[in-house]
């Protein structure tokens, strides 16, 4: 349906499409219209027109329709207001100024789908799945709670300070943060570095309409200085653009191989397929994803894993495999309609079920982590007729989701309660802030430059002493057997930090990865020629 049509429609004739749509999808086996129900509600809103006892907001009744008809149909088919429009597509394509988070409502709650990199909430330990209930002292629960009134209240000057409570899974009491609003970047790659000899390391955290001019100016430098296989990081990417992970699996592929297809009821199957215009079609590739990579990331992922390409490691990803159509509709507002699933080139589909509702889908990953998945992929049963095999006889395995080749736990043994506590009350940033404020002059004499940095600048015991210190008089009592598990991960975060104040994301990135078990599981598998001997790795 082309917009203009939808341009030239009326008010009630936006009603019967919306409710056209929801009545096809409950129809039964048959798939046809219910013209009763159709006739049956503009009835009755004719009837509220002209018979009501009392005025009616009219549009807002509309509104109302359209979100509850959505809700019927999968957790990804949504309605924007015109007046969130422009902001839902921020990330994919500006910037702005607020608290930096990436969040979405359900079920009249705000949920945190992830902090973004570099941003004040992530720099204060606000995690993925934590969910915002209070903002200064108002409750922010229930009908009242839309995406403009998040906004009203998060987004704001630089500089500035709002105070949130958030409810974390897991966790009996609210934790209160303060948050100064900032400048958020919308960059697509945060870091790009030779993190090994000959091995180029690319963090992606979006796919947005600037990831590609990114991607190759990140890759040009890398192979500049020598790059010859590559770790591309998907982990905690939630997507973007289709045609961006199109184009991004196309420079992995050589000509003519199928990167994904779509297919829907009212949508015959598409193709798309890689071109010639790969830029790294040899050489080992490993790409790392975890259980919030999805969508596009599963997308690249699922084509590469396919085509024997290169390794995925990490965890099982996210399964959000639903294709969102754009209607705009008369007064600029729109709908994002499911109409197909994606499918990789063996066949499989990336979407996980949601047959048993949207709470039990976004409340995955609890499930995944209390049946052991998390920390062993035998915990995972496929049935065989979920089986599937690449191009050059591997199985893989269908049923949501995108399996990784090498199987990386996740160790949550870091995360104490001690080290939280220490980024809930900002006492990492504050004490870094202050110390490199201080002694900037000082560092930049003694490391002139980044490499002097990351090898010889050591956190002494009074450097660690006065840490400490701080994290006392901020209210972060001492725990011993917490510190000493958290130790290794507290040290890395300190020293990543200056770093990203004395140089940039990158610096940052470099510091936290050198600790990072996953990532070195990643180098230890690049450089395993025995890790890519399996069929058809191509290397």
Not at 442 to 460: A, M, N, T
């Amino acid at each position: 349906m082309s917009n203009k049509f939808l341009n030239n429609i009326g008010f009630y004739s936006v009603i019967i499409i919306l409710f056209f749509l929801f009545s096809v999808s409950s129809s039964g086996q048959n798939g046809k219209q219910d013209p009763a129900g159709v006739r049956k509600y503009n009835a009755l809103m004719q009837m509220i027109k002209y018979a009501y006892v009392d005025s009616v907001n009219e549009p807002k009744l509309v509104e109302k329709a359209i979100v509850e008809t959505l809700k019927e149909l999968d957790p990804h088919s949504m309605y924007i207001s015109k007046k969130d429009l422009q902001r839902a597509n921020e990330e994919l394509v500006g910037n702005f100024e607020g608290i930096g988070v990436q969040f979405e409502i359900l079920r009249d709650t705000i949920n945190i789908v992830h902090p973004i990199p570099g941003g004040p909430s992530e720099r204060l330990g606000i995690l993925s799945g934590d969910k915002i209930v209070k903002i200064e002292t108002e409750n922010v629960t229930g009908k009242k709670v839309t995406n403009q009134f998040v906004f009203d209240r998060l987004r704001g000057k630089k500089g500035t300070k709002v105070n949130i409570t958030i409810l974390r899974p897991g966790k009996k009491e609210l934790l209160d943060f303060t948050i100064v609003r900032d400048k958020i970047p919308i960059n697509s790659i945060d870091a790009s570095y030779i993190i090994a000899p000959g091995v180029g390391y690319i963090n992606l955290t979006r796919f947005s309409s600037t990831s590609m001019k990114e991607y190759m100016e990140a890759m040009s430098k890398l192979k500049a200085q020598g790059m010859k296989h590559l770790i591309l990081d998907l982990r905690n990417n939630g997507g973007g653009y289709m045609n961006t992970a199109i184009d991004l699996s196309d420079q992995f592929l050589d000509d003519n191989k199928l990167i994904v297809y779509t297919e829907g009821r009212m949508s015959p199957r598409e193709n798309f397929n890689s071109t010639t215009n790969g830029n790294f079609e040899q050489g080992k590739l490993v790409i790392m994803i975890n259980e919030n990579s999805a969508s596009a990331s599963e997308i690249v992922s699922g084509a590469v894993q396919d085509w024997d390409r290169g390794l995925i490691v990490g965890r099982r990803s996210f399964g959000k495999g639903l294709v969102q159509r754009p209607f705009s509709l008369p007064d600029s507002s729109e709908v994002r309609l499911t109409t197909a699933r994606y499918f990789t080139p063996s066949g499989r589909c990336i979407q996980k079920s949601y047959a048993e509702g949207v709470d039990k889908y976004y409340d995955d990953y609890s499930t995944r982590y209390k049946h052991g998945e998390m920390e062993n992929p035998d915990s995972i049963k496929f049935p065989d007729s979920l089986k599937f095999h690449t191009s050059k006889g591997r199985v893989v395995y269908g049923g949501g989701g995108i399996m990784p080749d090498v199987f990386i736990p996740l160790d949550t043994t870091p995360f104490t309660d001690y080290f939280l506590n220490l980024r809930r009350k900002n006492v990492i940033n504050m004490f870094i802030g202050e110390y490199v404020d201080k002694n900037r002059s000082s560092l930049q004499r003694s490391y002139p430059d980044f490499s002097s940095f990351e090898k010889k600048f050591i956190l002494d015991d009074e450097f660690m002493k006065d840490f400490l210190a701080l994290a006392e008089k901020q209210g972060v009592k001492m725990d011993e057997k917490q510190f000493g598990l958290s130790e290794t991960l507290i040290k890395s975060q300190l020293k990543s930090l200056i770093a990203q104040k004395l140089w940039d994301v990158n610096a940052s990135y470099q510091i936290i990865n050198a600790y990072d078990h996953e990532v070195q599981k990643a180098i230890e598998v690049i450089n395993d020629d025995s890790a890519f001997d399996k069929p058809g790795i191509k290397h």
